[in-house]
């Protein structure tokens, strides 16, 4: 994913057309978002990054074996796992983006 930088048009101080730079996003964040259930109020525990991957393909493979684990099914205790993208807040509204 490319995303601009600077973003200017047409030209500075000096006669010149300014360049347009840009950042490059190699990284996605696997996260763990736990709940908690104790007695009938549940509790958000928060968001923890598990690890981050250049790709969202390789986050998705990470991510389907962390919830494969028999020990985020017991209990009363939850855990789901997102990938989004390194600049992504977790703890924000988010669209289907991972």
């Not at 973003?7 to 360049?19: A, E, F, Q, V």
């Not at 109020?41 to 981050?52: E, F, H, K, P």
Request: glycine share 6%; hydrophobic share 40%.
């Amino acid at each position: 994913m490319v995303q601009p930088l600077l973003s200017l048009s047409g030209t500075n101080d000096r006669g010149t057309i300014p360049m347009k730079r840009y950042v490059l996003t190699l990284a996605w964040i696997l996260w763990a978002h736990e709940t908690a259930q104790v007695g009938e109020q549940i509790i958000d525990r928060g968001y923890t990054a598990i690890d981050s991957f250049e790709t969202r393909q390789l986050c998705h493979v990470a991510m389907t074996d962390y919830a494969a684990l028999k020990l985020v099914r017991q209990g009363r205790i939850r855990v789901e796992f997102s990938c989004l993208p390194e600049q992504a807040n977790p703890k924000a509204p988010r669209s289907a983006v991972g």
